[in-house]
């Protein structure tokens, strides 16, 4: 998934139960200290993405935190001039 070209959350469609997300490296450290369910991210730069499994320990609540994270993660990259096209955006 993208946002302005600019990828927050990869799935595999193929069946994997993963997804990867863009996160704050200290964050991320936090997160793998505390969950079986969040690894460094397979093909990624592992401090800055993690991988977290569907099927351990982060609930549906905390995936969608975490994804939520990686967008903002993302989208606090962006200059002031492209944050304001993207809300302008239908």
């Given amino acids: 998934m993208k946002v ?6 990869l799935i595999d ?6 997804i990867s997300l863009k996160c704050d490296p200290d964050y991320a450290i ?5 969950y079986s369910a969040i690894e460094g991210a397979y093909h990624f730069h592992k401090k800055y993405w ?8 982060a609930d549906d609540k905390l995936i969608k935190q ?7 993660e993302v989208m606090k990259k962006f200059t002031k001039k492209l ?5 302008a955006l239908p």
Avoid: C, P
Avoid at 30 to 34: T, W
């Fill in 50 to 57: 993690n991988q977290v499994y569907f099927d351990r320990d």
């Fill in 83 to 87: 944050r304001t096209k993207y809300d």
């Fill in 66 to 72: 975490l994804i939520d994270h990686s967008y903002d």
């Fill in 4 to 9: 302005m070209d600019k990828m927050f959350a």
């Fill in 30 to 34: 936090e997160l793998r200290e505390h």
């Fill in 13 to 18: 469609l193929e069946g994997a139960n993963t």
